[in-house]
């Protein structure tokens, strides 16, 4: 059997990547922190790892991978993430009755922020 144990996210900049992810998903490093990689887990012992892999690579878009982060309370979490460094990404082919919105990290990285209130489908 395989499970899922941590999602490589590649970066020119490994601290500020390291300072958003860990503040966006709630995650501590794993310590020691290497000085090209570093393993963040969750501190609710729930959900896979993210690993930080300091080693830049051509930007794809659309990307071939991304996150999907499930919120509760989706306006709360898309104002929390960019006050962090996340910024909104304007995709016209979004069905207006999409329950995501496409957002990235401070250095491009796409991820979706998924409504998963109470009463929605996720």
Known sequence: MLT?????????DLERQLLFWTAALDYEPR???DDD?????????????????ANPSERVLP?????????????????????L????????KRPPDADYLIME???GNRFCVVDASPGDAA
């Not at 899922?4 to 020119?12: H, Y």
């Not at 460094?85 to 016209?92: D, E, I, K, S, T």
């Open 63 to 83: 990307p071939r991978i991304h996150l999907d982060l499930y919120a509760d309370d989706q306006s709360a979490e898309v104002e929390r993430l960019e006050s």
């Open 85 to 92: 460094g996340a910024q909104r990404v304007h995709w016209p």
């Open 105 to 107: 990290d401070p250095e």
């Open 4 to 12: 899922v144990g941590s999602i490589v996210i590649r970066c020119s």
């Open 37 to 53: 990689f570093v393993l963040l887990r969750p501190r609710a012992d729930t959900g896979p790892n993210v690993s930080l892999d």
């Open 31 to 33: 310590l020691p922190i």
